[in-house]
């Protein structure tokens, strides 16, 4: 149970300065608004030292996929509908309602940062980089969630969440390609697919 929240929370730490502001609120929204999909390899590290790798596709809105290298068991799909989180040593299937997951933030077609539906709790920026925590008030039980975005060009490079023991997620993506067409193959669950032993790759 402890492995299933700690992936869950993966998938989806700064001071506030003056030099972030509303501009930099409208340029993320703007960001994730005008992204429709994203495909990249990924390196998951967790603050206990536990380390996994991948590759994820994102199909705005709502459509997910993480597939793990081996060692690591674990095909994550969602459908649109739900999430499902399968676990192939077990040969475990468990389906995640969308709220209780911070990827929300990512997946969802428009966003804005109300302070209703998304709270920003802490925004950063410096010449290299751009950071922003976000928490759901309406969903209280859903931890946080810090995305971190190159600033040249401005593009989604990582985020970060707390999970229920306490133990930071980083998922940093690398190779990443946007806004390119995705096959809706990709998010139907398929047990039999995802299973390659090859180790993902970086640049």
Not at 186 to 203: A, I
């Amino acid at each position: 149970m402890k492995k299933l929240l700690a992936v869950i929370c993966g998938i989806l730490f700064c001071s506030s300065t003056a030099d972030a502001g509303q501009e930099d609120l409208t340029k993320i929204e703007n960001y994730l608004n005008n992204l429709h999909s994203l495909k990249a390899n990924f390196i998951q590290m967790a603050s206990n030292g536990g380390t996994a790798e991948g590759k994820v596709y994102i199909s705005k809105p709502s459509k997910l996929r993480m597939e793990y290298t081996a060692p690591e068991p674990l095909l994550i799909v969602g459908n649109g509908d739900y999430i499902i989180y399968y676990d192939k040593e077990l040969d475990q299937i468990t389906n995640i309602d969308y709220k209780d997951i911070p990827a929300t933030v990512i997946l969802t077609r428009q966003i804005k940062f109300d302070g209703s539906n998304l709270k920003v709790t802490d925004l950063y920026k410096d010449s290299g980089q751009t950071s922003i925590t976000v928490e759901t008030p309406k969903t209280p039980g859903v931890k946080p969630i810090t995305l971190v975005f190159d600033n040249e060009p401005f593009r989604l490079k990582q985020w970060k969440v707390i999970d229920p023991q306490n133990i930071e997620i980083t998922v940093s993506l690398f190779d990443v390609e946007q806004d390119e067409a995705m096959s809706d193959n990709l998010f139907k669950f398929d047990k039999n697919v995802g299973k390659s032993k090859s180790k993902t790759q970086r640049k």
